[in-house]
Structures are given as C-alpha cells and as structure tokens.
C-alpha cells in the first residue's frame, strides 16, 4: 500500500536535497569580501531604529484567514460528497443543498456586515 | 441524467421531519434574522419572502393533515412582516419579536411531538431514535427542549432594555441565541458521539461570542477569552475522551456503545478512561466543582441577560448529555463511574454554598449558588434509577425558573446602577421597591429549597431518589449545603427589608418587557411549587430512553 | 495503538513499521519543541512539523484523504492563523511565554497524569484483552453487537478513505453533519463581530445624543443604526486593540 507513496516521499527527498544543496554550494563557490556597509541593514538610507514594533500585522489579516478557513472546511466536506453523489442520489444533493444554503446565509450576512471590506 | 443510472444505491435515513421539528424552525428563524440583521432599511426585503415562503409552506403541511406545524409556520411568516410593519425603525424590536415568536412555535413544536409522536395515550412516553440513530426523541430530550426554549423565551424580553442601556451591538445577540439553543436541543437529542460533540461546540461558540459581546467592558472581554480558551481546552479533552471510547468499542453510537461497554472483549479501561476524560469535558460546561474555575470571572463578566440563559439553559443541555451518556451508553461501568461522580457532586454542592457565602457581588455569588445546583442534579445522575433520572430533569427545570426570575431582578437593579449589584446595593430596597425585592426574595428562596416553591419541589424529589438508591450520605451533604446556602440566600432577604437604604440609591428600572420576563418567571416558581403534579408525571414519564 | 494494530490487515511489512516509527518520533519532537521553544515563529514552525507528520501517520493508517485534509487545513490554512495572530501580538513578546513556577509544576503535574493514565490503559496489564474489534475478540451473543466502525473502514479499499467517509457522513452523520453547517454559521458571526476593525475615532455628538435619548426613555431606540455604529467605535478608542499601527 504505501508503495505508492514513493513517488512522493522520492519528491520530497529532491526537493529537500535541492534547497539544501543551493544554500551550500553557493555558500562554498560564491565569492565573498564583506564590508560595514555591506552588512548593514539598508532602510532608506538611514540607520534602522532599534526597536520599532512595525512587524506587526493589522487584525484585519487575521479576520480574512478566520473566514478563509471557515469556507475551506466547507470545501472539504463537498470532496467525499462529490465521490459518493452517484450512490445517494437526490438525498445527498438534499444534504447538500441545505449544508450550502446555510453557510449562504451565513456569507450574505458576512458582506452585509462588512467583513470583506477592508478600510 | 446521471442520478438515473447509477447501480448501487445507498441506504438514505428516512427523515423523520417531526423528530427535529422545533430545531428545523428555529435555525430556519435564526438565518432569516441574520438577514434581517443586515438589512437595515430594506428589512421588507428579507421578511416579505420569507413570510410568503413560511406561508406557502403551512398552507401545504395543513393541507396534508400536519396541521400544528403547518399553523406555526403559517404564525410566524405572518409575524415577521408584522413586526417589520409595527416597528420600522427599530431592528431589535424586530429582531426580538421574531425570536420570541419562533421560540414560542418551538416550545408548541414539543407539545405537538409529545402528543403525536412521543405519547402513548396513557401519559408515557414512547422513545424514537430517528435519522439512522443520530438523534433520540425520548424524555431527555423533551425535557431539555422545554427547559431550553423556555429559558430563551423569558432571557429575550429581560435582556432588551438592558442590552440596549449597556449600548451592545445587538443586531446579532437573537441569531446568536436562537443558534445556541439549536445546539442546546440538538444536545438533548444527541444520541451518538458525533452529534454529542457537534451540538455541544455550536452552543459553546455561540455563548462564547454573546459573551464578550459588551464590547467596551473589558471584564466581559476577559470573561469571553478566558471562557473560550478554557472551554477549548475542555473541548480538547472531551474529543480525546470519545476516541478513546471508540477505540474500546468500536463504536460511536451510544446504545452501541452501551450494548458493548459490558461485554468481556471490551477494554474497560480504555473506555472509562474515555469516560473520564468526556465528563472532564462536560462538567466544564456544567459547571462540576473540580472543573469550575471559569464560572465565576464568566459569569459576572458576560451581559446579565446571557449570565442568565447561560445558567439556565446550558447546564439542563449538559445534563441532558450526561444523563445520556452515563445511563444510556455507560450503566455497565456504573461500579466504577457513580462514586467518582458522587464525589464530584459533594465537592460542587459544599464547596459552592461555601464560597457563595463570601461573596459581595450578586452576580458571583449567583454564579457559585450555579456550581452548587450542578451537584444537586448529579444526584440523580448517580442514583442511576428512572427516579433519578426524571429527578435530574425536573430540578433543572426548576432551576432554571428560579435562576432566571434572580437573574432578572438583578438586571431591574443593575440596569439603574450601571455597573455591578454587589450586596450594599440592596439594602432597603423592600422599602423602596417592594415587588423586585419581593421577587428576588421568592427566588432566592427557591434556590435554597424552601417549601412554597418550585426550588423546594425539585431537591426534594432528587433528594429521595438518592436516598431509594441508597446515596444517603451524598443526600446528606446536599441537605448539609442547602442549610448553608439557605442562611446566605436569607441574609440577601434581611438585607433588603430589614436595613434602611441610602437616600440616592437609584431605584431599579423597569421595562415592560423585564417586568414581563421577571413575572413569568415569578409565576413559575410558585406555580411548579404548589402544583408540580402535572409536570411531575411528565418527569416520570420522561425516564422512558432510547437505549 | 495496539488496539488499531489489531484491527489493520496484517499484511503491512515493516515498511510500514518503519514509517509509522519516523512519522511518531518526529511528531513527538516537533511536539515538544512547541512548547520549549522560546521563539514563537520558531514553535509554530514546529508546530506546522507537527502537523505533517501527523498527516505522515493517517497515511500509514491507510486514510490519504485525511492525510491530505491534514496537511491542507492545519499545516495550511490553521498555520496562517496561528502566524497571523503571533504577528499580530508582535514577534518579540516573549514575555507572553513567562509562566511562573506554580503553573509550570501544575501543568506538567497535569499532562503527566494524563499521559500515564492512557499509557496505563494501553501497555498496562490489560494490554492482551482484544478490543470489541480485534481479531480475537469473542463472537456476540444474541442481542449483542458486535463491532461497528473499524472493521467497515478497512474493507473500503478505494478513494483513499474518502468514500467511506463520504458514505458513513451523509448517511448515519446526516444530522450532525447539518449541525456542522451551524457551527461555521458561528464561527462566522463570531469572526465578524469580535475581530471587527477597531481603528476609527469615536465621535463624541452621536454618543451624547445617545446618552440623552437613553436617559429620556428606557424603551426608545435601540443602537440600530448609525448610533450604534459610533457607539461602537468609542468602545475602539479605549479597546485593547488600539495598537495596531504601522502594519
């Protein structure tokens, strides 16, 4: 059974080998003469302030991938349902209509509230 | 088409409409209000088609015999449109209206299930399991839908004033309950794992929001994160429980699972391990002492109106679930699971009359005099009789009327205050108002278990079927607690008609709809006190399970 | 485990061994990096380990759909929001990881009782007894039944564990899986009300208005409307999220 994964797991091993071997090799062939200014970090010419909190994301992000994630469990669940469809007929389709419906509602309501804008 | 020629087809549930009947109604009226939410100006947009809609379809199901749902639909498409027309520019009125009338529809949704389906004729109760077993229409979960239903209707007109003093952002607050109570009934009827685990999640995430919906309090803030991030850790805990049940057993299906649990092949240990770590997830959302911690901050931080519906109707959804889970999946292991429970029950009832002593908020104390009832009504759970189990039913009904009329007079005087009722506050309001400390008074009583009311009616009854199923010293430390509680709930009484109040205590506001909310609740208390026959004999029947 | 191994085909060579032994010690490790880690970016990076080689585990059980879904929802879509919420409070609040000793001794306290009852459970004593479902368990006796789920779940051999999913949701999991639809209802309002934005100015007039209009009558107007809109946005002046500039 897990034969089949090979494939797979051989993907994985090139991939990771790749990305390593990049690092690596550039690390060894590259030429390499450093200097201050070099290495200093670059922001409009000025010297970077020390400690400025401007890695910080707005809420807003986080509300997107809140409701991306909400409808992407929704996708999941129409993945089994479209491999059986055949075998439940009318009922399935039911099922889902209803599943679909209410998460409709719940969409609607989402851009009447304004989640999707952003400012 | 391709749905013709497919070869195998699947065995499909039938779909037993009535069995979730009242659930079908109020999703249905929580999305529309969702809508109407949204609307604002255009609300007509939303409610025309939905009344033609509900219309059309309660004119077909009377036409096919099906006559109370077919009225109820019929009812509450006329009442949406009419309520947009009576209250134009006032949502929440709509809103309110809307909810209360799809909450009336379903407490007549549960009568009509009793009388067409559930009843025998005789008073009994004839359990069906429906949609391939995924649900039980038995006596818990009659029990629970009245409890619930009940509960929500009489929250919705104590909560409008107040929900609008405090200025919450109300549009979503009747959805938000009419979705949680969905969850609580589907709790009560939940008869396999899965359900069980659904359900309690779409009435937890719902709590959760109207929990901090006070948006410029931070305590309510604090209550809804602490309550969301403890309650996802029992949740957690609760999940692992049921894998480890259906590891042992192989199956997800209660009755299954009781059918399995006894047999020698099982792994008992695993599946009480299981049920160990399910009843840690559960008695969080009922409030059992060793798994309490959040209910006091939550309690006094969320919104009155939801500590109320909170109080009330989770734990008789909790306890539907226990009940289900120990009697009908679990009597096998009851030499391993009911001392451990018993346990559990004396702490919550002693050290929850302990603590309320101490208090000076309301709110808080309310809140351990809850952790207290939990262990009152796990009495019943561990008697693990019929009489226990219609006990358990029944005083969570009664505490639910009782918390919801103090809860209530709570709001009257905190509405005025703006902000926390500690206990200084009541002091002579028997002579400045005498009908909300009257009330308050009746409540309290009620909670501590004095004879003229519905609080009285339901220890006594759980209080005798431990003692016939021979708990005599669990019955013994519930009298023990209720006496202590009983002198904390009394000194709130002196408190208010023996002391002099302060000249410029503002006196408690009243609305009409608090005034109805506080009295319907008042009259239950006296009414489930003098004559509980009625709803007893239902209790009785209602031992009657899907096993 | 043992009690799945039980259940499994034994056809599965030690390949399967192998990667089963491989996928659990890198999911312990990750696990426990999670929550060693002093640098958060450097925990959710575990984490998202974690997660993968728990997707490694479904596909030795034979279960690729779920696998897949794994890697997809939690090492995808969950990830995001573990890193939007660490970017959120800021890469450098460490100190939100401070637990004093009191709850450090309690917590592990708590996860080793845990962790003993079920290895308890598991490889005590009662390691022998077959489940319900084993290959030894006895036959049921009238009345009885006799194991459900497991059995049912390795005779499907196509669609990757997908259509037995697919076939047991929509027919015995009907009624919770409608229920599911509300959950993400929820979920939705939820997301939508609490994690509003917050960035707007309050506007004084309007929550003057509404302090007289409240006042006046208890049972007037609700905050429907442009009112409570800017009532809102007062509760943003003063809100814990008011922090949240230069993004």
Redesign the interface.
């Known amino acids: ?3 089949e ?1 090979l494939p797979i797991l051989l993907l994985f091993l090139v991939a990771s080998a790749f990305a390593v071997g990049s690092v690596a090799v550039s690390s060894l062939v590259g030429p390499r003469q450093p200097n201050p200014t070099k290495l200093s970090a670059y922001e409009s010419g000025n010297e970077p302030l020390a ?13 997107v ?6 409808f ?3 996708a ?2 129409l ?6 469809f055949r ?2 007929g009318w ?2 389709l039911g ?1 889902m209509a ?2 679909v419906g ?2 409709g ?3 609607i ?2 851009i009447g ?1 304004g ?1 999707l804008e952003w400012d | 088409m391709v749905l013709a020629q497919d070869a195998t087809t ?4 039938d ?1 037993a409409w009535s069995s ?1 009947a009242p659930e079908l109604l109020l ?1 249905a009226a929580a ?1 529309v209000l ?1 809508l109407v939410a949204i609307a ?1 100006g255009r609300q007509l947009l939303v409610a025309a088609p939905t009344g033609v809609v509900a219309v059309g379809l309660g004119v077909w199901l009377v036409s096919t015999d099906v006559v109370v749902p077919g009225a109820v639909a019929i009812v509450w498409g006329l009442a949406l449109p009419a309520a947009v027309f009576a209250f134009p ?5 709509v809103q309110a209206w809307g909810a209360g009338v799809a909450l009336a529809g379903a407490l007549v949704l549960t009568g009509w299930q009793f009388v067409t389906v559930l009843g025998d004729g005789a008073g009994g109760m004839t359990p069906q399991s429906a ?5 039980a229409n038995d006596g818990i979960a009659f029990f629970t839908r009245i409890t619930v239903y009940l509960t929500a209707l009489i929250v919705l007109p104590l909560g409008y ?1 107040y929900l ?2 405090r ?6 607050v009747e ?2 309950l009419l ?1 949680a109570v ?2 609580m009934a ?1 709790l009560g009827t939940a008869n ?1 794992l ?2 069980l ?3 309690l ?2 009435l937890s ?2 709590l ?2 109207l929990t ?2 006070a ?2 309090d ?1 305590r309510s ?1 604090e209550a ?1 994160l602490k309550y969301f991030v403890m309650g996802a850790v029992a949740s957690a805990i609760l999940l692992y429980g049921m894998a ?1 049940m ?8 209660l009755p ?1 699972i009781g ?2 649990v006894a ?5 008992q ?2 599946s009480a ?1 299981g049920l ?1 770590l399910v009843t840690v997830g559960i008695g969080f959302k009922v409030a059992l002492v060793p798994f309490h911690l959040w209910t006091p901050d939550v309690y006094q931080g969320a919104p009155t109106n939801i500590t109320a519906f909170m109080a009330a109707a989770t734990k008789a959804a909790g306890f539907a679930a226990v009940l289900r889970l120990y009697l009908v999946a679990f009597p096998g292991l009851q030499g391993l699971w009911a001392p451990v429970l018993a346990v559990l029950a004396a702490a919550s009832m002693l050290y929850g009359a302990y603590v309320a002593l101490v208090q000076r908020d309301l709110k808080r104390m309310l809140a351990y005099s809850s952790i207290t009832h939990a262990g009152y009504a796990t009495i019943g759970v561990v008697a693990v009789t019929d009489a226990g189990l219609s006990g358990t039913l029944w005083y969570l009904l009664t505490y639910a009327v009782s918390t919801l009329g103090a809860f209530g007079c709570v709001i009257a005087i905190e ?1 005025r205050r703006r902000g926390e009722v500690a206990l200084v506050d009541l002091r002579g309001l028997g002579r400045t108002s005498p009908a909300v400390a009257g009330i308050l008074a009746l409540c309290l009583l009620s909670l501590a278990g004095m004879p003229p009311t519905a609080g009285f009616v339901g220890k006594f009854v759980v209080f005798q079927a431990g003692i016939e199923a021979g708990w005599t010293w669990l019955v013994v430390i519930g009298v023990l607690s209720s006496i202590v509680a009983a002198f904390f709930y009394l000194r709130i009484a002196g408190v208010m008609f023996l002391e002099t109040a302060d000249d410029d205590r503002p006196l408690p ?1 009243s ?2 709809g608090l005034t109805t909310g506080i009295a319907v609740s008042a009259t239950l208390v006296v009414f489930l006190g003098v004559q509980p026959q009625a709803f007893l004999h239902l209790a009785d029947a209602a031992a009657a399970l899907v096993r | 485990m043992t ?2 191994a039980q259940v499994a085909p034994t ?2 060579g030690t ?2 061994v192998v ?1 089963f032994w491989v996928f659990a010690v890198i999911a312990l490790g990750s696990a426990i990096a999670v929550i060693s880690l002093r640098n958060v970016v450097h925990g959710a990076v575990m984490l998202v380990l974690n997660f993968l080689s728990i997707g490694g585990l479904f ?2 059980l ?1 279960s690729a ?1 779920l696998s897949v ?1 794994q890697v ?2 939690y090492g995808g ?2 990830m ?2 573990f890193l ?2 660490i ?6 609040r460490d100190d939100l990881l401070q637990a004093d000793l009191r709850t450090r001794v309690l917590a592990i306290a708590g996860g080793a009782l845990l962790a003993g ?2 290895l ?3 490889v ?1 004593p ?1 390691t022998s ?6 290959p ?3 036959a ?1 006796g009238p ?3 006799a ?5 049912e779940a390795y005779d499907e051999d196509d ?1 990757a564990g ?2 037995f ?3 047991s ?30 960035d707007l100015e309050p506007e004084d007039e309007d929550l003057a208005d ?1 302090d007289a209009a ?1 006042a006046d009558d ?2 007037g ?5 442009a009112s ?1 809109a800017a ?2 946005r ?2 943003a002046g ?4 008011t ?2 500039r ?2």
């Open positions: 059974m897990l034969a994964y400690d400025v909190p401007g890695t910080r994301f707005s809420v807003k992000f986080y509300m991938a809140m409701l991306f994630l909400i992407d469990i929704e999941v669940f993945y089994p349902w479209a491999l059986v075998e439940l009922f399935g099922q209803l599943f209410i998460l509602v719940a969409f309501y989402e509230r989640g | 699947l065995d499909v549930p779909v979730f999703t999305l969702l604002r520019h006032r949502g929440s009125l949609l391939a077993g995924a649900l004033g609008r003093d200025r919450i952002n109300r549009a979503e959805p938000l979705l969905v969850g589907a396999d899965i359900t685990f659904v359900a999640e779409v995430l719902a959760y929001v901090g919906l948006r410029r931070r803030q809804s480890l259906y590891v042992a057993t192989g199956s997800l299906s299954t059918s399995v047999l020698a092949g099982t792994n240990l695993v391990l160990a509405r506001a609305s009409l | 009690l799945l056809a599965g390949a399967e990667v596909l030795t034979e759909f879904i997809l929802v879509a969950i995001v929001l939007f919420v970017m959120l409070l800021g890469v450098d009852a079920v308890f459970a598991f005590g009662y007894e077959a489940s319900v479902c084993g030894d368990a006895p049921p009345g009885e039944v194991c459900a789920g497991l059995a669609g997908a259509r999913l697919g076939r949701l929509f027919t015995t999991y009907t009624y919770p899986f409608e229920l599911a639809a509300l959950l993400l209802t929820v979920a939705t309002i939820g997301a939508v009300i609490l994690a509003r934005r917050r509404l409240a208890l049972d107007d609700d905050l429907d409307g409570g009532a809102e007062h509760v003063d809100g814990p999220g922090t949240e230069g993004g």
